[in-house]
C-alpha cells in the first residue's frame, strides 16, 4: 500500500493559484509533521512548508505569504498561490516520524507531483 497519494499538481499560469493535497494510508497510525518539500530539476529537495501535530507552520523565505500549508490529522494541504515560473518543480509530500500500525517508525514520501508555472 503506497504511504502517501498526492494530488493536484498540474500547469498554471504565472499568477495563478493550485492546491496540492496529500492523504497518508490507513497503515500510518500518527505523524509528527507533514510537510512539502519541492525539487527543481538539478537542484537538492527543498523544504516548501511544514506543519507539525500542534499547527506549528514553517515557510521557506521563497514563499512567505504566499503559500499556505494546512492538515487535518494525516491529510496535509497546500495552497500555493501568486505562483511564479520559479515555482516550478517536483513536489513532494512528507510524513515525519510517523508510526505505522505494525510499530515501524519512519519518514514516509510521497510520489510527486509536478507542478509547472508558465510566464
Known amino acids: 500500500q503506497v504511504p502517501l497519494v498526492e494530488s493536484g499538481g498540474g500547469l498554471v499560469q504565472a499568477g495563478g493559484s493550485l492546491r496540492l493535497s496529500c492523504a497518508a494510508s490507513e497503515t500510518i497510525l500518527s505523524i509528527a509533521a507533514m510537510g512539502w518539500y519541492r525539487q527543481i530539476s538539478g537542484n537538492e529537495r527543498e523544504l516548501v512548508a511544514i506543519?507539525?501535530?500542534?499547527?506549528s507552520t514553517r515557510y521557506a523565505d521563497s514563499v512567505k505569504g504566499r503559500f499556505t500549508i494546512s492538515r487535518t490529522e494525516n491529510t496535509v494541504a497546500l495552497q500555493m498561490n501568486s505562483l511564479k515560473p520559479e515555482d516550478t518543480a517536483v513536489y513532494y509530500c512528507a510524513a515525519l516520524r510517523s508510526r505505522t500500525k505494525y510499530g515501524e517508525v519512519g519518514d514516509y514520501w510521497g510520489q510527486g507531483t509536478q507542478v509547472t508555472v508558465s510566464s
Open positions: 506543519i507539525n501535530s500542534g499547527g
